[in-house]
């Protein structure tokens, strides 16, 4: 390369100016050398012009500081191979100049530096050079705690004349407050309803503010006049401006116990000249960002490559770290006829993960969502055909082999499940191995008055199924696909028309998607035990054992949480009774070890029950939290694991996990699972072991995964997590970020999970 150093001046002055109004252009010649940074100015549009006000509250007399805030949406610049296969990673808010405190080591300084928080990591700096970088406008922030909204607007159209006028959300929030440069005071606006103020934004230097009422508002920053928008949101709303070309105001459809998630849209954009909104079906080639601290914006999706993840006429809602979201469009057909198209809904097409926002920068990654689960279990099932063509005729083979090899089977459910799919001969030889046991009881309806009429409890065998992928997409897929629940038997309408029948199907619901039948022949399934359900029942919390152990007499005893309330039911006398003894306080956890029930409370205390005598025996010591979870792990250790941090955030909960020691009857502390993965959430608590699976497949031993809440994305967590902060306790288990987890569903019967390598 030649030494751009030795430039000639006149050529480095020529350069300079038609480089004025490329203000990343500029950055980059910055950082070339000496000369290059002496000659180019660093841009005015990245400056970050401040202001001094009057501080708060109204009477006092020091001041605080207002700062402008040019924001950029950053993409991170791939190689070509990993652009096929990796997620796309953006970094969304304010820029910086020269922030790093050992730039004058570098070669060349960070003349374009975000200050990035990755989760598990400390803030720290990056440098954006090697990003494309694309400019969406700028916000205002006060360096005070009480503000939360608020908007800047000049006086004179060029803003050299210094005068300005603020106005700014206060207390929590509530009211609307104003500024002037001719006074500098803080008054609250007049001819505003009492009401909340929810955004406040400028458009054609003029402002406008929408609040909690449904009441939108514009305002002269000249005279303070104050006049209404109609017609009004019903809804939720937010106020989008796209820089001076359109103001956007994007309502939420509220309906009860809907996901907040999935609520549709309806957009609307300005009338400026009818003083009105105008309901709008398509953005153009704009994608809209909205909520969290970075604000409302908008950019061009002309200026990002094709297939990078983030397309035209669309809508990224990125409100909450953590989450997975999907970037809303119009007209989504959701698969259901009643559903209503002419809104706005998620799209499924690109999932996008928010990472995390700190301060002025939001983090997340897009990915270009397959058809992972229809398609790669078509690509097997096409290379069964093909090898099924030179395998022989096992339909042929002699009767007193196929008995044999049922025999051999026996303990074996899902060889026998495959064995079943051969073909007719074989489906009679091998009996179906996974029956739903069930027992009919007397019905709760009319409790505590006895009841003639029946109700059903079943047993319902669990198992995680891991989809099994082509040997190429396994190295080059970052996910990997699990389902986790309950198994059903023929239960595909169609069945008698395929060539095997569905011997071992699931139901699964994927978001967008009628619930369909899989057949999970193709997949990698791990017994993780069994739960009990109350058919037509909402009991969540419902246990059964056997009172002889080869359960060939039929005796049993029935232990349910209902109503503050632990009943019981023995088969000898089939009638729901309180279980004596117990505390008066809602039941948290019920599950069977070993032959005996175990219970614990709200009150944190935890009980054994035994199911001969019904003697209750305090288990010791007590949790010292409220949230807390008995996790069986088969017959071999049963688990208590409770949260030993109060947060707001369930994510950010830390926990302690502790063994029963059966002998002894209390809990000991333990920093090591073994080779176990613990399952924690509404489906059930239970565990597998991890030599089961695959290496690399992203899920580990010695590790906890919380399932509670759809689409939320989760961490496995660890024991003696390093969080960074040398303040944080080593000696508990935490979220490792090592391989993130979506929960795509969490409908009954089956949990559909996708994990990140």
């Not at 720290?124 to 700028?138: E, F, R, S």
């Not at 005729?393 to 196929?402: A, F, H, I, K, N």
């Amino acid at each position: 390369m030649p030494n751009w150093s030795q430039l000639p001046e006149e050529l480095l002055h020529l350069t300079s100016t038609h480089l004025e109004d490329n203000c990343f252009d500029v950055v980059h010649a910055r950082s070339v050398c000496t000369s290059w940074r002496s000659a180019f100015p660093f841009p005015s549009s990245l400056l970050r012009p401040s202001y001094s006000l009057p501080s708060f509250p109204l009477e006092r007399k020091d001041l605080s500081t207002l700062e402008k805030v040019p924001l950029f949406l950053f993409r991170a610049l791939t190689p070509h191979v990993a652009d096929a296969v990796s997620p796309f990673k953006y970094y969304l808010g304010g820029i910086g100049q020269d922030e790093s405190e050992d730039h004058m080591e570098l070669s060349f300084p960070l003349q374009c530096s975000v200050k990035i928080k990755i989760p598990g990591s400390d803030p720290t700096l990056m440098n954006m050079l090697d990003y494309q970088i694309i400019p969406l406008g700028h916000k205002y922030r006060l360096f005070t705690s009480e503000t939360h909204r608020m908007a800047f607007l000049p006086l004179d159209k060029e803003g050299r004349g210094g005068e300005f006028v603020v106005l700014l959300t206060y207390m929590y929030p509530k009211y609307l407050l104003v500024l002037t440069s001719a006074d500098m005071r803080w008054k609250q606006l007049q001819n505003i309803p009492i009401a909340s103020c929810f955004d406040v934004v400028t458009f054609r230097g003029r402002f406008y503010a929408s609040f909690y009422s449904n009441n939108i508002f514009v305002i002269d920053p000249y005279s303070l006049k104050v006049t209404p928008l109609f017609p009004k949101p019903q809804n939720l709303h937010y106020l989008v401006p796209s820089g001076n070309d359109e103001l956007f105001l994007v309502e939420k459809i509220i309906s009860l116990n809907a996901d907040f998630s999935k609520l549709p849209c309806r957009v609307s954009k300005l009338d400026e000249e009818a003083g009105k909104w105008v309901a709008v079906s398509d953005l153009g080639d704009r994608l809209l960002f909205i909520g969290g601290h970075i604000g409302n914006v908008s950019c061009l999706a002309k200026e990002l490559p094709h297939g990078c993840g983030l397309s035209g006429n669309s809508i990224l809602f990125t409100h909450v770290s953590g989450n997975v979201i999907f970037p809303y469009k119009y007209g989504v057909h959701t698969g259901n006829a009643e559903d209503d198209l002419n809104c706005w809904r998620p799209s499924m097409e690109n999932r996008v993960m928010i990472l995390n926002e700190y301060f002025s920068v939001l983090s997340f990654q897009v990915s270009k969502l397959q058809q992972f689960l229809t398609s790669e279990v078509n690509m097997a099932t096409n290379k069964k055909k093909i090898s099924s063509s030179i395998m022989p005729d096992w339909s042929q083979l002699p009767e007193e082999l196929l008995h044999l090899i049922s025999k051999n089977l026996e303990n074996y459910c899902f060889d026998v499940v495959h064995a079943r799919s051969v073909c007719t001969s074989w489906r009679s030889a091998f009996p179906f191995p996974l029956l739903r046991q069930s027992y009919p009881l007397p019905s709760l309806s009319l409790y505590p008055s006895k009841s003639k009429d029946l109700c059903t409890i079943e047993k319902v065998p669990l198992f995680l199924f891991r989809v099994l992928t082509p040997d190429v997409a396994d190295v080059l897929s970052p996910f990997e696909y699990f389902f986790l629940g309950g198994i059903d038997q023929d239960e595909s309408d169609d069945h008698m028309e395929l060539p095997s029948p569905l011997q071992c199907s699931v139901k699964v619901k994927l978001p967008g998607t009628e619930p369909i039948l899989m057949n999970m022949l193709d997949c990698q399934i791990i017994p993780v035990g069994h739960k009990y359900r109350m058919i037509g029942q909402d009991f969540i919390r419902v246990a059964i054992l056997p009172l002889d152990k080869e359960a060939k007499r039929g005796e049993f005893v029935v232990i349910l949480n209902y109503s503050y309330t632990l009943l019981v039911l023995t088969s000898a006398e089939m009638r729901w009774k309180p279980l004596k003894n117990v505390l008066g306080t809602t039941c948290n956890n019920l599950v069977t070890f070993r032959g005996r029930f175990y219970a614990t409370f709200t009150s944190m205390k935890t009980v054994v029950i035994d199911p001969y005598s019904l003697e209750v025996t305090l288990l010791l010591p007590s949790p010292e939290n409220p949230v807390h979870y008995l996790v069986p792990s088969g017959n071999d250790e049963l688990f208590l694991v409770e949260s030993t941090f109060h947060s707001s955030d369930i994510s950010q909960l830390t926990y302690r996990v502790s063994r029963l020691d059966e002998k002894a009857g209390t809990w000991v502390e333990v920093k090591d699972l073994g080779d176990r993965v613990l399952f924690v959430g509404n489906l059930g608590k239970f565990s597998c072991s991890a030599k089961e699976l695959p290496r690399g497949c992203g899920l580990s031993g010695n590790s906890i995964l919380f399932t509670d809440l759809r689409g939320n994305v989760i961490f496995p967590y660890k024991y003696g997590v390093h969080t960074g902060n040398p303040e944080d306790d080593l000696n508990c288990w935490r979220p490792a970020r090592e391989n993130s987890v979506v929960i795509l569903n969490t409908s009954f019967p089956v949990m559909t999970l996708r994990v990140e390598r």
